[in-house]
């Protein structure tokens, strides 16, 4: 069900308290006031992200956990909404993979729905805070991929998203992991956290989440990440320049992340890793 995100109320041009959505870009917009710039990410990074995403090891290996976890732990949902799609790299997998699924994405910042559009024609997208989904009961898995980490509040997004889905709806999440990996990449990237596992696993339970399944990735090249961050522990850096590899570093990268892909598609769980992908089951 859609609903006007001031009063709860059934409909987006709700009868009773007379609000309406706004139109912004093309694209139906829930938060104008933050839809071209906030604290949780630069709008300026899009363009060359949309760039290097397609080609890039580590939005490739995680596009295919992604996909591999769908399968295995929702293939039967029939209506998915990415929170905070960016670009619309995710959702352009997604599509391929599972072309009979209603495609949905939200973005706070409308300018990268621009991108989403041209990858995934077919999707619904719009401009939201994804503090206060206009949504209840709508979805049947909602997915929010290195979302959280950008949002002070992240128990408000995961009480949103849970009111959001459909009763027993999935929930996938990746979010970067270990806090003493924290560094100016963080800063730069506008993080306000790394997460532990418990935290995570904690954050899901009291939203009201059955957690399914979860794992560390990253993990074979964990101890390249870690050298690299502890370096850059006082460096002021930009937050792009670990996405501009070499084509071999890239290829080489790629192949260890695919081995570890293959670890996991066994029910292998890495214990550690840079990145941390966690799925559960609304209750």
């Not at 990858?119 to 209840?136: C, G, T």
């Not at 009291?206 to 390249?224: C, H, N, Q, R, W």
């Amino acid at each position: 069900m859609k609903i006007c995100p001031q009063c709860g109320s059934e409909g987006w041009n709700c009868a009773s308290c007379g609000w309406k959505v706004e139109t912004m870009g093309g694209f139906p917009a829930f938060s104008p006031s933050l839809a071209n710039e906030n604290e949780g990410f630069k709008a300026d990074y899009f363009p060359e992200l949309a760039a290097l995403e397609e080609k890039n090891f580590w939005f490739r290996a995680r596009n295919r956990l992604i996909i591999d976890a769908i399968g295995r732990h929702f293939h039967d949902a029939s209506k998915f909404m990415e929170v905070g799609c960016g670009t619309g790299y995710v959702l352009s997998g997604v599509a391929r993979a599972f072309p009979q699924m209603e495609l949905w994405g939200s973005e706070i910042h409308v300018s990268a729905l621009g991108f989403a559009a041209s990858r995934v024609k077919h999707a619904h997208l719009i401009q939201m805070d994804a503090r206060s989904m206009p949504f209840r009961e709508e979805f049947d898995l909602i997915g929010a991929f290195d979302v959280l980490e950008h949002i002070v509040e992240d128990e408000a997004v995961l009480s949103s998203m849970h009111r959001s889905l459909k009763p027993g709806g999935g929930l996938l999440l990746t979010v970067p992991q270990h806090p003493f990996l924290w560094s100016e990449q963080d800063v730069a990237a506008c993080h306000v956290r790394r997460y532990r596992e418990a935290e995570l696993g904690a954050k899901l339970e009291k939203a009201g989440f059955e957690i399914l399944t979860k794992t560390s990735f990253v993990s074979l090249l964990f101890p390249l990440m870690m050298a690299s961050r502890l370096l850059a522990k006082q460096t002021p850096t930009d937050p792009m320049s670990e996405l501009r590899l070499s084509s071999f570093t890239n290829a080489f990268f790629e192949t260890v992340m695919k081995c570890e892909a293959s670890m996991i598609k066994t029910n292998f769980r890495f214990p550690f890793g840079g990145s941390l992908m966690m799925a559960g089951r609304k209750k």
